[in-house]
């Protein structure tokens, strides 16, 4: 699915003088690099605040942590997405509440999201899922109208770009009142361990975050609030400093890759591509296909038949994801019923990503396509 072996090769200069570096000063955490890493990405982005922290759960976490919610306070987030999202919600003794997504574009649905709306709503988490931005026109203006804070779940959208009605272009995390990413090794921008971050344009949002992630301490050994232990190691942010120029140039291989997806598999009778929304460009953490099943066959064990096919053909094949939220053991609710979240169960039987990353030449494409053309007779 990914290969940052390739990846490292073509920037192992780069990559071992930063990790070099850090050895050298010994400055383990909190070095210098993490600030100069966090400078560099929020001029990159176009966002005030940076702060980067463990891994894009903890961001999610510390988000919410800093918008000051309460235990019983609602928050909004899709049913179609990874754990995470919804996980550090239940962890906070918040409540979350799971809405159904569009069918095409895999985003959660505003018309959803405002018929989810009681007077115990806080907060909306919108997840730009695969790389592609959600309806944030319709979410802020929802928050705008009802007073409720967006947490941005970026962490598979890192630099995608989101222009709204009125011509204003943001990126990805850029748009909420907080966003979130993730450094994971295998997204956009990845290290090679965990790592994470928060964006804001919020002075004092900022302020509060940094502290939530150092133990809810501004002076040393004062703690002020409930914080938590959450930061990049320096050794992450050295690869993820070597990285962030080739970002523009890894999103467009990317691109590249998907496009050349789109071209062999559009118009097939068993494929639907990836619908693109107009508004928001696409970074392509996944490049997600919904698959037809022939009339009369059951759908997922249609797509799970030419998903072992490719397996066996060694080529990898992910299901992302295959159980919505509301469906989840830990997360079963008398609320919910299965056939509550239609869309988001079709898509739970429907989609197959195939390999997406920065080093996909013509030839594995080139094989990935046919095998599955063939599979598909
Ligand atoms: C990866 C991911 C997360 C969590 O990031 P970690 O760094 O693995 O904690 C949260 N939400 C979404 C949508 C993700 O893809």
Request: net charge negative; hydrophobic share 40%.
């Amino acid at each position: 699915m990914v290969d940052l072996q390739t990846q490292y090769q073509q920037i192992k200069e780069e990559i071992d003088k930063g990790i070099q570096g850090v050895i050298d000063s010994a400055a383990f955490v909190k070095g210098q690099i993490v600030n100069d890493f966090q400078q560099h990405l929020a001029e990159h982005l176009g966002v005030k605040h940076v702060i980067a922290v463990g891994n894009g759960t903890d961001a999610l976490q510390i988000a919410l942590m800093a918008l000051g919610l309460k235990p019983g306070d609602e928050v909004i987030t899709p049913t179609f997405t990874f754990i995470a999202t919804a996980e550090v919600v239940a962890v906070l003794g918040l409540k979350p509440v799971v809405v159904d997504v569009d069918i095409d574009t895999f985003n959660i649905d505003p018309e959803a999201v405002r018929r989810a709306i009681t007077p115990k709503t806080k907060a909306i988490v919108p997840v730009h899922l695969f790389g592609q931005c959600a309806n944030m026109d319709a979410i802020m203006q929802i928050a705008h109208e009802h007073h409720l804070f967006v947490v941005e779940d970026a962490c598979q959208a890192i630099d995608a770009t989101y222009t709204f009605a009125n011509g204003h272009t943001a990126k990805a995390g850029c748009m909420g009142h907080i966003g979130c990413t993730s450094f994971f090794p295998s997204k956009n921008l990845g290290c090679y361990g965990d790592g994470g971050a928060l964006f804001t344009d919020d002075d004092e949002l900022a302020a509060k975050i940094r502290a939530i992630a150092n133990h809810g301490m501004v002076v040393r050994y004062h703690h002020d609030m409930i914080g938590v232990n959450s930061r990049l190691d320096s050794i992450q942010a050295a690869v993820l400093e070597a990285k962030l120029p080739h970002l523009t140039e890894y999103t467009a291989a990317r691109q590249s890759a998907a496009a050349y997806y789109d071209k062999t598999f559009d118009g097939h009778p068993r494929i639907i591509i990836p619908v693109r929304n107009p508004q928001s460009t696409h970074v392509f953490h996944q490049y997600t296909l919904r698959l037809v099943a022939p009339k009369g066959q059951d759908t997922a064990a249609f797509r799970d038949d030419v998903r072992a096919r490719l397996n066996e053909k060694g080529i990898p094949a992910m299901i992302y994801y295959p159980v919505p939220l509301h469906m989840q053991k830990a997360y079963l609710d008398p609320r919910y019923r299965a056939g509550d979240f239609p869309a988001a169960e079709q898509l739970a039987d429907c989609v197959l990503s195939l390999p997406m990353h920065t080093c996909l030449d013509n030839e594995q494409l080139t094989y990935i396509t046919s095998s599955l053309l063939d599979i598909l007779g």
